[in-house]
């Protein structure tokens, strides 16, 4: 007998329809004699109809007050989905955030879970209970109702399984698994069984739209087995686990990339201790936030200094960096905002030599040309003009024989 | 500076711009240097939508659940009314029936008040806050969430006075006050400025559309001041508040009637004791309200005996009672569902005789006859033929002239 955290996201729960079916799914995995526990968020829509409520009585609502309305969003899911449970014979309970005890910091509208008192939870599992409980939201020190930021209800989902030990997090969605890269740009793409914690992180420009990626470094830390299936057909998912776990590890698992990229270059920059903090301070101050960062030592005791934005930033990144080349007397500063980054993802790259150099030889043999690289453990990542994304990344998921 | 609740109902409520007048309202009382708590209510409709919900998922939703769900209507509003407060400069802060631990017994649907924990709240004000409280809602010992029913709102905010010791309770509705009798059968009916809790409670049949039963109960019990005026018009309303306060006592305050009466009698049955509860009883059982009794002791050692119950329940009631009279040997059964109930009110009454014969006489001068009589210390009721109320109702408003 097995316990089982299972999430369902707002596209799951989206019509009294589609909670009867949550409910059978619930029921199925039941009868093979597991307990269960339920996260679910908010039916889709519904966060988005309360923020227009919000909205239309101030345009910027207190985050208080605006995490007070937003958890009634869960709050409506888990009692229609205690009743459909109840309605097929099957005991079981609701509970708020609040009401397990799902303790958060005070940063509304993004707060951090903290502990989270299981002993409820477990007496109606040993009553014999489905537990349902609401995602995305908690409860600060002081009683007042946080939530999670968007997304959250994964966290909760780990978060509960970890607290509960749980023998695994399924994590339903409207995708059936993890792919090697989006089926959208190479139809190819296969569904991975297995991939670790490290690989999700690194694939989260493919991984965000399936996985909160903070509910995956939640379950890395505490070790719980995580896994992604779909919610409208059967399948085994993909199953997200640490690396030692005896697995037969492929060299590369996927290749992420991201369109959303915009890259800017500083020249000639006097090659001083601090400059690189002299440089992404004013953008950090700006909030902007700044994805890869490169430095080469040119000749001239100067150096080039070149980093990567979200495309929304790049004008006012642009503006500031001209700003601080001017100060610390820069040659010159350009940029492009048609660019995007692909990267190779695997474990098994850190014990095979030559995988950078596969990379760069199949990206050549199609002409395209690599304008940054960047690379980690486990992954390598390089910025290309926009126009070679479908190619690049088709090149590469040949070259790694990700289909097979 | 006195400290003021205030409720809002949910037609008062029932869109942003509506929350907007209320916010409006709430800054005026607060700009007299007064405290101030709102009691609001689920915007109108919303309790609804969330019932149809439940029972989409099934007809028969479990009372906890429903809990669960309905209690979201009312987080909603004090949430958006707590933002447009600000929005507007004013300190506020929002509290559930959990948070602020408005206790109740485990009767979910209808649970009712047991304490009140009023220290956050006094916190609050102290700091110059409007403490916004979801009305109709609490929390059992257990933690579970539970509603009072409905317009339990209004309890909820004369429970809160009460544990505030505040100096008045204000239910804003859409009706400016309490009147003398239906506007809408007597043209002349005039706004009383004062009632007492008493005869409140004995109006119900006119007042339960403007106040809560229960809550006038709850003021009376813990003498809190209660007043009920319009969201939408300026003006002093209705003042509710015990008898001994030094007023002017008129002999009758008030006409209330209902409609929804159906008549049963039992003829001739053997006068035994414990006959009315034999009669009673299995009606009972049933879950029949029963509101008129009235027996007479016929010449042949049998009674008559009559009831009235709701115009819904009448079928049934007959049927039932067919059987019991068999059981119990009476002659006869028969029954009216065309009959209604109009009733004389006031304190005054207990000190002025006469009040009956100059009821009786004005009805005989219409030609209505009289079907049943009933009376307690503040009020007379008789039961009349269906046609006759609108003509019984406006002979007695003139009679006892409760128009000037």
Redesign the interface.
């Known amino acids: 007998m097995a316990l089982i955290v299972q999430k369902y996201g707002g596209t799951s729960v989206g019509s009294?329809e589609l909670?009867?079916n949550v409910a059978e799914k619930v029921l199925a995995r039941r009868s093979q004699g597991d307990d269960v526990v339920v996260v679910v968020s908010a039916m889709s829509g519904e966060t988005n109809r309360?923020l227009a409520?919000?909205r239309?009585?101030?345009p910027t609502?207190?985050a208080?007050?605006?995490d007070?309305?937003l958890?009634?969003g869960e709050?409506?899911t888990?009692?229609?989905l205690?009743?459909?449970l109840?309605?097929r014979g099957c005991p079981a309970?609701?509970y708020?955030g609040?009401?397990v005890h799902i303790l958060t910091d005070s940063t509304h509208n993004k707060a951090r879970i903290m502990d989270i008192d299981a002993q409820r939870i477990r007496r109606d599992l040993e009553q014999g209970r489905v537990v349902v409980v609401a995602g995305f939201q908690g409860v600060d020190e002081h009683?007042?109702?946080t939530t999670l930021g968007r997304g959250g209800s994964d966290t909760t989902a780990v978060a509960l399984a970890a607290a509960l030990a749980a023998d695994e997090c399924q994590i339903y969605t409207d995708v059936d698994g993890v792919y090697t890269t989006d089926p959208r740009v190479v139809p190819e793409a296969r569904r991975l069984s297995l991939i670790t914690y490290e690989e999700m992180l690194e694939m989260a420009s493919l991984g965000a739209k399936v996985l909160q990626i903070r509910s995956v470094e939640f379950a890395s830390k505490y070790d719980v087995p995580l896994r992604v299936l779909s919610t409208f057909e059967d399948g085994p998912g993909t199953l997200i686990v640490k690396e030692d776990e005896g697995m037969e590890q492929a060299q590369i698992s996927g290749i992420a990339f991201n369109r959303d990229e915009a890259k800017l270059t500083v020249l000639g920059v006097p090659d001083q201790p601090g400059v690189a903090g002299h440089i992404l301070g004013p953008i950090a101050d700006a909030d902007i936030e700044v994805d890869m960062i490169v430095q080469n030592v040119a000749e001239d005791a100067t150096t080039d200094f070149t980093f990567t934005v979200h495309r929304n930033d790049f004008t006012r990144a642009m503006k500031i960096l001209q700003d601080t080349a001017h100060k610390l007397g820069a040659r010159e500063v350009n940029g492009d905002d048609r660019i995007v980054k692909i990267s190779l993802v695997g474990v098994g790259m850190r014990s095979h030599a030559g995988i950078a150099s596969k990379m760069f030889r199949a990206l050549a043999e199609e002409k395209i040309n690599i304008r940054m690289i960047s690379t980690s453990e486990i992954k390598i990542s390089v910025v290309v003009d926009e126009k070679y994304l479908e190619l690049g990344v088709r090149a590469l998921h040949e070259a790694f024989g990700l289909a097979q």
Do not use: D, F, H, K
Request: a neutral charge.
């Open positions: 009294p909670i009867a309360l409520l919000a239309a009585i101030t609502p207190p208080r007050e605006l007070v309305i958890a009634t709050q409506v888990i009692a229609l205690s009743m459909a109840q309605a309970c609701s708020t609040a009401q009683g007042n109702i």
